[in-house]
């Protein structure tokens, strides 16, 4: 079963103009906030309406605009969840999971298999609490009952994370993880965060200015992202533009200094992720001066000038371990940037 | 102490918040949705009466409803019916002028509530019916009830358009506002006091009742 949507939009002086498929799997919608990733699940679900283009569902148009297609949202058995949860304040748990039977339903029935869904989610003994007295992870189980129980087709999950404290967002990026495998058709999920992208989904969209820049594994756009955008999203902090020098040799821009590569045709900018800076001579080495030291709680990013770059260059993040920097605590450090860690990009 | 304007005022009161309840709740509910140029306009005109002078819109009304004016006459000429300086009169001038209250009390309800709520009701298979009945109204409704309140309670005090347009004749067309005056006036000072004990009692009890839904309105 597959989900296929084109989508075109214009909103002011942005326009949305997304195209993707996704089969039965987890597709992440990887973007900066006002890319167009909420609007696209918004039209996906019938609560926005595009200007133009054509959403199917297993086979079911949702949406054609050239044929004059247009389903209202009851009629579309998609799952959204909202950024925050969207749980309707004046019902108790148990009543807005009720919602979720179809068409309000009241009865025995609903009744039951709300609270099914209620128990799947370990949380039945919550069914008699009102909204506001949930925490976080509860108000999130709550609205992923309501969702599953009105059997969707396909889960559109927009930022199901941004909402809950930090400390929470791990055990219930746990929980998801089983609801989707439980669910086993075709999830959408929208994030910026790129932890959260990578441990869930199947396969990443980058999206840029309401475009899909890069769909591809998870593992292909983490490992060779391809553009600026999609490997500043996959959470490389050294980005550099470069300048070719001869047949062998670039200029990096921003780091002001040359590097031995062979860019390949059309690139114009590297980036280098913290951590695949090797300390000690190899490839590219550089001495460096240590601008900046920064801790973080289990590891130090330390800020590298290359001795031969310009004082207004900007300075490299390195990602070390704590024990080795705490062995080195040196001015000036060796470090070389293997080749195979320089990320070959484009525009 | 003849209780006929404590009444007479009440059921003013009570009958013009009533007509405004269904008139200011709709008028609130399609303007809070209406395009922007629209809602400027419309906006202006019902907020009107809230800004005026009570005796401007007391003027307003005795030039259409006067048993000379364009209304007044048709009602006087067909049905025998002066619409004019009887107790119900003073609904007309109330309603006019607690309006405003009413409507933008609960427009403030109404764009105040989460769409997204009304979103994720179609997403999840629930008709329109319902989402308006079950989810919409019971979100708004303390800002609903807070401008039935207010408006009731400014429709007990309403004066100078009361007075211009049902005048005050004692049993018939007096109530609690114009009798203070009237006995201020004629020094019965003993009296006049009384009826203001009286009419701040109720003010009193009524702004209570308000703060009381506001809070449970922030508790939720």
Known sequence: ?????????????????????????????????????????????????????????????????????????????????????????????????????????????????????????????????????????????????????????????????????????????????????????????????????????????????????????????????????????????????????????VFAVDWGVPLKLSPGPGVDALGLRMHAICPGEGENTFRCRVCDVIENPFSFTVMLRPLEAPDDSVPIGWETEKDLWRGMMAEEVTVHFPDSALLRLKG | MDLYPLWNSLRIAGISTVIIFFAGVPAAYYIAKAPRAVKGILDVILTLPLVLPPTVVGYLLLRALGPRRPVGAFFLEHFGLRLTMTWWSAVFATAVVIFPLMYRTCRGAFESFDESLAACGKTLGLSGAYIFWRIRMPCCRPGILAGTVLAFARALGEYGATSMIAGYTPGRTATISTTVYQLWRTNDDALAFRWVMVNIAISFAVLLVVNLMEKREKRR
């Not at chain 1, 609801?179 to 994030?191: A, D, H, M, N």
């Open chain 1, 1 to 249: 079963m597959a989900l296929q949507a084109e989508i075109h939009k214009k909103l002011g002086r942005f326009s949305l103009d997304m195209a993707f498929e996704a089969e039965d799997e987890t597709l992440a919608l990887l973007g900066a906030s006002g890319c167009g990733k909420s609007m696209t699940l918004r039209c996906i679900a019938g609560v926005e309406k595009p200007d133009s283009g054509r959403i199917v569902l297993d086979g079911a148009v949702l949406y054609d605009s050239a044929r004059g297609i247009d389903l209202k949202p009851q009629q579309r058995r998609v799952g959204l969840m909202f950024q925050h949860y969207a749980l309707f304040p004046n019902m108790t748990v148990l009543q807005n999971v009720m919602c979720g039977t179809r068409r309000g339903g009241r009865g025995r029935v609903q009744k039951d298999k709300a609270m099914r869904a209620l128990d799947s989610m370990g949380i039945a003994d919550l069914a008699a609490r009102l909204p506001r007295q949930l925490s976080g992870g509860q108000q999130q189980r709550t609205a992923l009952a309501r969702m599953l129980v009105s059997d969707p087709a396909v889960l559109l999950l927009d930022e199901p994370f941004s909402a809950l404290d930090s400390h929470l967002r791990f055990r219930m990026e746990e929980e998801m993880r089983k609801v989707i495998r439980q669910f086993g058709k075709t999830v959408l999920l929208v994030s910026h965060d790129r932890d959260e992208v990578y441990r869930l989904a199947d396969r990443v969209a980058i999206v840029k200015d309401g475009r899909v820049d890069r769909l591809d594994t998870r593992a292909a756009v983490f490992a060779d992202p391809g553009s600026r955008t999609a490997c500043a999203l996959t959470g490389c902090k050294n980005i550099s533009s470069i300048r070719p020098l001869d047949g062998e040799r």
